[in-house]
């Protein structure tokens, strides 16, 4: 594999300073979080990192019923921490549980995954599920909702010097339900599909309803096609089928050379099958 | 560059080309536990403990190790005074060939310190990082039940 030869690493206090050391030399200049990235990134040309450990962009915060989480959290902390497990039926600790193994659990910052969707997509695809907004440093503090950012690369979303310093999920209603699963050929390999979906269930008829595919294509879509089947509905088994079919045939789906095409169309209408019948068949319990 | 590096509480300075992993500079150093498998996180024959979770060495970049403090399976014990652990790993039948030992002693010791009594969910979830291509992981959950059962007797 190549590594890339790193000749300093710039430790900063303010991320100021970070932004300033990225703009010095963009290109050459990298930003260093849990470092995965930095293994297996294709810039031959980085040769320095701005480390930004020192920023303590760790923490796990209730805020006005969500979360706001540091883009440096690990996702083992994810994994464990009460708030997260409790917060929208867990879908987040659940994804995160889901990706890669502990011991990469151990090193992947949420941040990163977020930025770098593409070997691990789960907590990505929850994040555009639970409209996730995520606080970018660009001189001045800004917030950027998830399907913005997902809207093109997030290399284009995040030119040279921005920096993802938390991650905020907003507060769920009680009547608002989430359901994550993730299919591959072992617990730990590359999904090669992930499904997030939400909706507000009250008095049994679905509203905002959120579907949100990943490892289909490089970044989350949403399948909208699907989505607007359930919306204002009574979810009802010809209905399931229904929206599990339209979401199959509209779904963006990228080469895979683990299956065919079709196989993961077929993969997608069975999860979404499974998570509607699990998850929104049976009345609100509240949170 | 230079780094300053602590491992099983040895401090090292090492001088880095700048292409190195945490891993390359371990060996070199002479800690030949931590063994070369897949080079891209997806083994576990080349963890380490940093800041008390098990990671893999080879997805760390070296430069980026300064100021860490490492633990390796050197550090647990050795031929003469084995761990609960090693020991148990033993007694259980745990080991082949050895090759992801050191990485499931070190995994099982993560664990162990953070859930003294885990379930065999848990242990399977904490060592899901860990290949072993001899053994078949029976005898390594088992291993590690024996090292809690007799870490617990310990303290009782």
Redesign the interface.
């Known amino acids: 594999m190549h590594i890339c030869k790193i000749k300093h690493v710039h430790s900063v206090a303010t991320t100021a300073d970070a932004r300033r050391l990225l703009l010095a030399r963009p290109g050459q200049t990298g930003i260093l979080a849990g470092g995965t990235s930095t293994i297996f990134s294709h810039k031959k040309e980085l040769d320095t990192l701005v480390d930004l450990r020192p920023l303590q962009l760790n923490q796990i915060k209730t805020e006005e019923g969500g979360l706001c989480i540091g883009s440096m959290t690990c996702l083992t902390d994810l994994v464990f921490a009460d708030t997260v497990k409790d917060y929208a039926d867990g879908i987040l600790s659940r994804a995160a549980h889901r990706t890669g193994t502990t011991l990469n659990r151990n090193l992947c910052t949420l941040g990163g995954l977020l930025v770098h969707p593409y070997i691990w997509p789960e907590t990505a695809t929850a994040a555009l599920a639970l409209n996730a907004e995520f606080h970018i440093y660009r001189g001045t503090e800004e917030q950027v909702d998830a399907a913005t950012f997902y809207e093109q690369a997030p290399a284009k979303s995040l030119p040279c010097g921005d920096i993802v310093t938390d991650i905020s999920f907003p507060s769920q209603p009680a009547s608002r339900r989430f359901a994550f699963e993730k299919y591959a050929s072992t617990h730990n390999e590359f999904a090669w599909l992930t499904l997030a979906v939400g909706a507000t269930l009250e008095s049994g008829i679905l509203h905002e309803v959120v579907i949100v595919a990943g490892a289909a294509t490089p970044l989350p879509r949403r399948l909208t096609e699907a989505e607007a089947c359930l919306e204002g509905q009574t979810l009802t088994q010809p209905l399931i089928l229904e929206t599990a079919a339209r979401a199959a045939e509209t779904m963006q789906v990228g080469r895979d050379i683990r299956c065919s095409e079709q196989y993961k169309r077929d993969l997608c209408a069975g999860m979404l099958r499974g998570i509607l019948e699990e998850t929104f068949s049976t009345p609100t319990t509240g949170k | 560059?230079t780094i300053s590096l602590t491992v099983n509480g040895n401090a090292h300075e090492v001088e880095l080309?700048?292409?190195?992993?945490l891993l390359d500079v371990l060996r070199a150093l002479g800690y030949k536990s931590v063994k070369y498998g897949c080079?891209?996180?997806?083994c576990?024959a080349c963890?380490v403990i940093i800041d008390g979770?098990?990671?893999?060495s080879?997805?760390?970049?070296a430069?980026?190790a300064?100021g860490l403090s490492i633990i390796t399976v050197e550090d647990l014990g050795d031929v003469q005074k084995l761990s609960v652990l090693q020991q148990a790993f033993i007694d259980a039948g745990a080991v082949q060939c050895g090759f992801c030992t050191p990485g499931m002693i070190l995994?099982s010791k993560a664990l162990l310190d953070r859930t003294p009594r885990p379930t065999e969910d848990e242990i399977k979830?904490?060592?899901?990082?860990?290949l072993c291509r001899c053994t078949g992981y029976v005898q390594i959950i088992e291993a590690v039940q024996l090292a809690a059962e007799r870490l617990q007797n310990q303290t009782a």
Not at chain 2, 17 to 21: A, I, P, W
Not at chain 2, 58 to 61: E, T
């Open positions: 560059m080309e700048g292409n190195e992993t080079g891209e996180g997806a576990g963890t979770k098990a990671v893999n080879c997805l760390i970049p430069p980026t300064d995994s979830d904490a060592l899901d990082g860990n």
